[in-house]
């Protein structure tokens, strides 16, 4: 290589290698690579979980016509915003109110990339430093991964397994500090397979709610609960302390390879907006991109009457003339201006001639 | 805050000129063939899975087709690396590069998630300039200045947002050896070059730079909504491997969730000879019977063994056979 740096500047990093060898699917990987290439019999997979690939499995057709109609439609190719859209956020919503004794909203629901990233966005919006969080062993890794990925501390509280796998209580009131921000609970239980009573739950929302800590509840099994326990949500507490409640429509539709899940406030007094998390999560969701195009011009202040600069361009030009362009400044280039030319071709004519007329009514008389 | 400003008594349609997602006119509609790709692939039913966290082969295979086109070396599709959008690729990037202490160089104007995304990892970044009356060259001496031992990156994109010019060859090749770091080359815009410039992706100098190339199908197909982009390792010379950089990229992809079921079953350690906790357990079995099952302590849950019912009933039954056969064979003897 001609001339290179003596040293490039770059390297990995340790944490991310590490944190990957702990899930599940690093632990299949290290079976996988002991079986025995000899053994002509089929790999027989006990050990995974996604059964979508066997055909006893199949999702059903609905689900699918379901994906085929709105892509015919060609109104959902656009970028769309970052919570969701609302019809999406409205169906959630009507779902999970069935059996609430409050409403959630819409504007409750945040749609995201599976319910791996409902977990991902509630640890980045709960660490800060010095907090922890008490997750249940035992659980669900990605929660471990999560946390240590966020720097946020955790510590474990034991399900009893003579018990039916309940939270051990006594053991959350002892690790609990002022750091405490939340606790996890699985519900049905992963990877115990058991169904909280109702009158445990209510045990463990007023345990959280005396310790001053929220409740995620991770609900991704839900209505597919076994044994003769009644399935109680856990947002059905939502007045004794805030839930954030994780699902996803993966495991009842089989389609955990569509990545749709859902964060959930379920918080009718309001704390969660209050304490700031409900920003939090919008504005975690909102660290977004935007779409750009690319005509851009110099605007030769000079010329005009009564405007200082791009942005006070912009802010008349959409009050004058209903004409929406945006200013340099937002893209690092104070007093350009940047006009997109992708859209129907009346609606740019038509667009360009009321800048022209708000240039003209703004010219600077000579 | 623009749209705010208007003036509700207008009457007349408003004029959105501020934003660039056209997908929703009808003369910007995406082809035909790309919703009956999408449609294929739904009505295949093979594709509701849980995909490898680095994406399909097949899509892989395509993408490093499709960039090999123009390149003097080749890219195979273990150099590519799916990702939810360009939004995607760009916080993969930043992740693995941001280190204590490390800065990035942005060009100015550019495009603001970098900023976002480099503020949100706590990653210095530095500005330089592209010259507007030198139709937005890089300004090349400011680049020189502000490159320094912990610079980890500087961000070239060509064809340009937002100012749509297009990199020549010269120019191109002059910039990336000014600053001797790792380029991020977002070519979200590639193929949509204007102008009498021929367009030249930054990967082409690969073997100059090591070059981690972004690109995604938003723009070309206007499907922005479809969410598919990639992030790909440019660099025949091997550094990105030795440096520990694929390694971190793999890794971040990989923190990923896995599914999961339900029934789990105590090990009676005491009546197995020769086997002392559930790990050993399982690998002897995966060896020696060719079923997978996972040890309890991946879930945090030492010496049980988490087995799946969601597979085909005869699978089940024959995998159950087998582990028996395995007990008995391992039982201690009396």
Request: with cysteine; proline share 6%.
């Amino acid at each position: 290589m001609e001339n290179g740096p003596k040293k490039w500047g770059f390297q990995g990093k340790q944490e991310l290698n590490a944190a990957a060898a702990t899930t599940v699917r690093g632990f299949l990987n290290m079976l996988m690579g002991n079986l025995n290439k000899d053994d002509s019999r089929p790999v027989i997979p006990l050990g995974h979980g996604d059964p979508s690939h066997f055909p006893s499995f199949a999702t059903t057709p609905a689900a699918a016509d379901a994906i085929v109609d709105a892509l015919r439609q060609g109104k959902y190719n656009c970028y769309a915003p970052t919570v969701g859209i609302l019809p999406a956020r409205r169906a959630i919503a009507d779902y999970l109110n069935r059996d609430l004794p409050y409403k959630l909203l819409a504007d409750d629901v945040y749609l995201t990339i599976g319910c791996t990233q409902a977990i991902e966005v509630v640890s980045s919006v709960l660490s800060r430093p010095g907090a922890n969080i008490l997750l249940p062993i035992p659980g669900f890794p990605y929660y471990e991964t999560c946390a240590a990925y966020n720097r946020l501390e955790v510590r474990h509280f034991d399900l009893l397994p003579e018990k039916g796998w309940e939270v051990d209580l006594d053991a959350i009131e002892t690790i609990a500090d002022e750091n405490t921000v939340a606790m996890v609970i699985i519900n049905p239980g992963n990877p115990c397979g058991n169904v909280f009573s109702y009158d445990h739950l209510k045990k463990v929302a007023e345990t959280a709610r005396k310790l001053g800590i929220l409740v995620i509840a991770d609900e991704v099994y839900d209505s597919l609960a076994f044994g003769s326990t009644q399935y109680v949500p856990m947002r059905v507490f939502g007045s004794t302390v805030p839930v954030l409640t994780l699902g996803s429509i993966s495991k009842r539709w089989i389609v955990p390879g569509w990545r749709l899940g859902w964060l959930v406030t379920s918080d009718p007094n309001g704390i969660l907006q209050k304490s700031g998390v409900i920003d939090s999560i919008i504005g975690f969701l909102n660290i977004s991109s935007d779409p750009a195009t690319f005509i851009q011009v110099k605007l030769n202040l000079s010329m005009l009457e009564d405007i200082n600069d791009d942005m006070e361009f912009c802010l008349k030009l959409a009050k004058e003339e209903s004409v929406i362009i945006l200013p340099g400044i937002a893209v690092g280039l104070k007093n350009w201006l940047r006009i997109t030319f992708a859209i129907e071709s009346s609606s740019l004519e038509e667009g360009l001639a009321r800048v022209k007329a708000f240039c003209q009514r703004h010219a600077k008389k000579q | 805050m623009l749209m705010e400003r208007l003036n509700k008594e207008d009457s007349r349609p408003v004029i959105p000129l501020g934003h660039g997602d056209p997908s929703h006119f009808s003369s910007f509609r995406t082809a035909a063939a790309a919703e009956d790709a999408i449609i294929d692939s739904l009505r295949s039913a093979k594709y509701n899975c849980y995909a490898p966290a680095v994406g399909i082969l097949p899509a892989r295979r395509a993408i490093a087709d499709y960039l090999n086109r123009d390149l003097p070396y080749k890219l195979s599709p273990d150099d590519v690396y799916l990702t939810i959008g360009c939004t995607q690729a760009i916080e993969v990037a930043l992740a693995v590069l941001v280190h204590p202490g490390a800065n990035i160089l942005l060009p100015r104007p550019g495009y603001p998630y970098y900023e976002a995304c480099a503020a949100y990892n706590g990653l210095e970044f530095r500005h330089f300039d592209l010259l507007p009356e030198r139709d937005w060259a890089v300004d090349l001496n400011a680049v020189e200045g502000l490159a320094d031992e912990n610079t980890v990156a500087m961000v070239i994109i060509n064809p340009r947002n937002p100012c749509g010019n297009v990199f020549s060859y010269e120019h191109l090749k002059k910039t990336m050896t000014r600053s001797w770091c790792l380029d991020i080359g977002d070519e979200a815009y590639d193929n949509l070059a204007f102008g009498s410039t021929p367009y030249v992706p930054t990967r082409v100098l690969g073997s100059t730079v090591p070059v981690l190339t972004l690109g995604l199908i938003s723009k070309k197909w206007i499907v922005p909504g479809w969410r598919l982009g990639w992030l790909v390792t440019s660099d025949p010379n091997g550094i990105l491997r030795e440096s520990g950089i694929i390694e971190s990229i793999k890794g971040f992809l990989n923190i990923s969730s896995d599914p999961a079921t339900f029934i789990q079953v105590k090990l009676n350690l005491s009546m197995l000879e020769g086997i002392d906790n559930d790990m050993e357990f399982c690998l002897k079995l995966a060896k020696e019977e060719s079923v997978i099952i996972l040890p309890g302590v991946a879930m945090g849950l030492k010496n049980w063994l988490r087995i799946t019912f969601a597979v085909e009933p005869s699978s089940l039954e024959e995998g159950l056979t087998r582990i028996k056969a395995f007990c008995q064979r391992h039982a201690k003897k009396h």
